[in-house]
């Protein structure tokens, strides 16, 4: 028998129903979450007992699934991990890593799983995941999919699904700030309010070298051949909800946030 976990009920009424029907039938309670909190004080990289609320967000490049998470990181507290910008932050520093990294993001290819893998499962492993985290680009193959499971429970999978031609002419005009990373785009909503200058730190907006056209053309083919199949990898999990990405941001978070358990 398996009770489904919904996010906007109350931690405490869900464990004594839980609990309470365990009694009655004589069979043991058993909860994933508690069984993860256990594998991971195993490692001794955490002691606090964790409500675990893990999303990801899955979706072309272009289809707004980054703008989507950090809105839903500020609304629920929990931070937003975006692979990309873990990798853009190792090309600005520099160094081996980077140089490895710059040979497949600048042709808009995906870096090997092993390396970023160990990234992310680092990442996840620090104390503000606690209460739960956003994965925004990650996983990106089955095979980082399934290195995640092996760490943790993913409550669900939002899959921002839009068009080709809609992800040509978005990332046709996105430019993104050179000092807090922060996404703008001339063409759609979230146009900067004074041309080339970041509304939030006044820094200077640039385009992204992966953003060209031809660029564009191979990360979404690499995005298909990749990580298409991950939809149906977390469809037969029962956690992937779609959602057309292709309607104005306001109106895609409405449904974004119904996704994730916020009404
Ligand atoms: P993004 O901003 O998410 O489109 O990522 C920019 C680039 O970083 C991608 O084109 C890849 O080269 C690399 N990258 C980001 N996330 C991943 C991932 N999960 N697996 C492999 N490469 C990644």
């Not at 839903?72 to 081996?96: N, Q």
Request: proline content about 3%; glycine content about 8%; some cysteine.
């Amino acid at each position: 028998m398996i009770f489904e976990k919904f996010s906007n009920v109350d931690r405490s009424v869900e464990d004594n129903i839980n609990s309470s029907v365990s009694q009655m039938l004589g069979v043991p309670n058993i909860s994933s979450e508690g069984i993860i909190h256990a594998e991971l004080q195993k490692d001794g990289e955490k002691s606090d007992a964790c409500v675990l609320k893990n999303f990801i967000f899955l979706g072309a490049p272009g289809a707004g699934k980054g703008t989507q998470a950090s809105h839903v990181s500020k609304v629920l507290g929990i931070p937003s991990i975006s692979s990309g910008d873990i990798i853009r932050a190792e090309l600005k520093k520099g160094g081996e890593k980077a140089e490895k990294f710059k040979l497949y993001s600048e042709k808009g290819l995906l870096v090997p799983d092993e390396m970023i893998v160990e990234i992310i499962c680092d990442r996840i492993k620090e104390e503000d995941c606690c209460n739960g985290f956003i994965l925004d680009g990650f996983p990106r193959t089955i095979s980082q999919a399934q290195a995640l499971e092996k760490m943790v429970h993913i409550d669900r999978v939002i899959n921002i699904v839009v068009d080709a031609e809609t992800i040509y002419k978005r990332m046709s005009g996105r430019c993104v700030c050179e000092k807090c990373g922060a996404v703008f785009n001339s063409v759609a909503e979230m146009r900067p309010k004074s041309e080339g200058v970041c509304d939030l730190c006044g820094g200077a907006l640039v385009r992204r070298t992966d953003d060209e056209e031809q660029t564009v053309r191979e990360r979404l083919k690499v995005y298909h051949d990749q990580t298409f199949p991950l939809e149906e990898f977390y469809t037969k999990k029962g956690v992937l909800v779609s959602i057309d990405g292709s309607r104005d941001f306001s109106l895609t978070s409405l449904d974004v946030l119904k996704a994730v358990g916020v009404q």
